[in-house]
């Protein structure tokens, strides 16, 4: 009952697989860092850290870009498995392989996309 994958399917998932990597590679090196400035401070309880408190939100943006797109890369991952990836996960049209190979973990096609960019 395992679903046959179509070589596009295969090419998008090692795609993924590498983007998975390579993020949470990159998350755990953000979350070091973080740790690492915190650490600095030689403050444990976070009541003073004024001073770093810049370095780290801006850290803390980052690993939240990164970990959004982890979560996306993820659920493309678990689509690819369930032979539902490229389908637009609202309206149910397929979404073009273009798109696909230009954001490999788009969930939505163009339509919804903007539709919700939109509102
Ligand atoms: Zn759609």
Do not use: W
């Not at 993924?16 to 990159?26: D, I, R």
């Not at 770093?52 to 690819?80: G, H, P, T, Y």
């Not at 049209?93 to 996309?113: F, N, S, T, V």
């Amino acid at each position: 009952m395992s679903y046959e994958l179509t070589s596009f399917e295969k090419e998008m998932e090692s795609i993924l697989l590498e983007m998975q990597q390579q993020l949470q590679g990159k998350i755990a090196e953000t979350d070091q860092d973080f740790r690492n400035v915190v650490g600095a401070s030689g403050i444990k309880d976070s009541i003073d850290l004024a001073t770093d408190d810049m370095a780290a939100k801006k850290m803390e943006a980052i690993s939240k870009v990164d970990s959004n797109r982890l979560k996306a890369v993820e659920q493309a991952l678990i689509r690819i498995k369930n032979g539902k990836y490229g389908i637009c996960a609202q309206c149910g049209k397929r979404i073009p392989e273009g798109r696909l190979r230009a954001l490999p973990y788009a969930l939505l096609c163009m339509d919804c996309k903007s539709r919700n960019e939109n509102h």
